[in-house]
């Protein structure tokens, strides 16, 4: 009596305790993290805003939702927001107080997509590569 | 003598027209959707890096949203969001382009007031006629837009599979936040 209680009592705990993980997987889990993954493309702010000023489309099934580092002179920063050589705006994924304005700067990130209204390029999730 | 004062009226002119087709935009415009149903869990995603531009002398009123920059709870519906709804890697964003109606920059003040805005809104590459209400108010040299918006996702061609469809609002409160600054 007293080992059935037992058996009961883990199975029900493991049961428990894999609900709860995968509960956490699918609220949680599979988030992307671009520092382990490859670079797919490494272009200049300035040749990634011709290819997309000259046919959005194409470039968006070239670019979109990939990882491509980019490179170029920072113009502005505002807190989480860079932006390279006027045109490629990179959010940060974490405040990095080391980049400053007009340095020349590699930073690797998502993109998001193309802003036709200002004519400008985003990206997320940005950090500095090396 | 003459040419002088023709010189200077001519530079007045300028000025005055730079001055009155001013822009103002913001590329930090927040776009809030919210789709939950009561005693279900709660779908809803933020955009915080909405573009606006305002128009001071023709009253045009446009916004942009990215839609893979909509940030959810939880990564698996955020991923859903954008690969069976939005199908964002077709249609990469959701836009709209209108009129404020009545709009006078000398009127607003730090209190609300609220205008119709009409003008087309395009979402999953579908683009309608809409007519809503903007509030607008003045911060210093800021303009404050917000408008609240409804949508039905099937007037947008976005297809929500029968089995979820009792957890997904028919109709999905689309809220926006904009502060305008001249660039």
């Known amino acids: ?130 | 003598m003459k040419t002088n004062k023709l010189i200077i009226a001519t530079i007045c002119l300028l000025a005055g027209n730079i001055i009155f087709s001013q822009k103002l935009m913001t590329r930090k415009g927040e776009v809030k959707f919210e789709a939950s149903m009561a005693a279900f869990e709660e779908i809803a995603g933020t955009n915080n890096t909405a573009s606006c531009i305002l128009d001071e002398s023709t009253a045009d009123f446009a916004a942009l949203v990215l839609i893979k920059a909509f940030k959810f709870k939880s990564p698996l519906m955020e991923e859903h969001f954008n690969e069976n709804y939005m199908e964002s890697s077709k249609f990469p964003k959701a836009s709209f382009k209108g009129k404020i109606a009545g709009f006078d920059v000398k009127k607003l003040s730090v209190t609300k007031s609220t205008y119709d805005l009409e003008g087309d809104i395009t979402i999953h590459g579908v683009t309608k006629k809409i007519k809503t209400k903007l509030n607008l108010s003045q911060n210093g040299d800021k303009i404050i837009a917000t408008s609240v918006i409804f949508v039905k996702p099937q007037d947008y061609k976005i297809e929500i599979p029968n089995l979820v469809k009792d957890k997904i609002a028919e109709n999905v409160k689309i809220s926006m936040s904009f502060t305008l600054e001249a660039n």
Request: net charge positive.
């Open chain 1, 1 to 130: 009596m007293k080992k059935i209680n037992k058996i009961i009592l883990i199975a029900l705990l493991v049961i428990g305790l894999l609900g709860i993980s995968s509960y956490y997987y699918v609220m949680y889990g599979g988030a992307r993290n671009l520092s382990n993954e490859d670079t797919a493309f490494t272009v200049t702010a300035k040749s990634i805003s011709n290819e997309f000023a000259a046919n959005v489309e194409i470039s968006n099934k070239k670019y979109l939702e990939k990882a491509i580092a980019i490179k170029g002179t920072i113009t502005k920063v505002a807190g989480n927001e860079v932006i390279i050589d006027d045109y490629v705006i990179c959010n940060l994924k974490e405040l990095d107080p080391s980049i400053l304005k007009n340095q020349v700067i590699t930073l690797k990130g998502r993109v998001v997509g193309y802003d036709d209204l200002i004519g400008e390029l985003k990206l997320d999730q940005c950090f500095k590569a090396f």
